[in-house]
């Protein structure tokens, strides 16, 4: 059983940072970052493979986003800079025994999320 945990999360300002992490049974898999507005369906954000060879950004956060991972301490982290208001959302990260899929179909384990606000 994979257990995921999000933390990191919190209230910016417009042109913050905030770095998320996700700890938990990684290990050999790909990592990927999901988001979720009120009203909105849970849509990919970026994804690294398990090796740190392949990555992948939806093209909303590319640029602003950068996701790496620490294998030693099984923790993936979301490094978020310039932030925007229609970033809000809950963040839920996700593994995958694919190389670096953007499906949330082809994950198979969730964290429970965890809440950023980004205030304008």
């Known amino acids: 059983q994979v257990q995921l945990v999000e933390s990191g999360g919190g209230l910016v300002q417009a042109g913050g940072s905030l770095t998320l992490s996700c700890a938990g049974s990684v290990g050999m898999y790909a990592v990927g970052w999901f988001r979720q507005a009120p009203g909105k369906e849970r849509e990919f954000v970026a994804v690294i493979s398990w090796s740190r060879s392949t990555t992948y950004y939806s093209d909303s956060v590319k640029g602003r986003f950068t996701i790496s991972r620490d294998n030693a301490k099984n923790t993936v982290y979301l490094q978020m800079n310039s932030l925007k208001s229609e970033d809000t959302a809950v963040y839920y990260c996700?593994?995958?025994?694919?190389?670096?899929?953007?499906?949330?179909?082809?994950?198979?384990?969730w964290g429970q999320g965890t809440q950023v606000t980004v205030s304008s």
């Open positions: 996700a593994t995958s025994g694919s190389l670096a899929p953007r499906i949330a179909g082809l994950y198979d384990y």
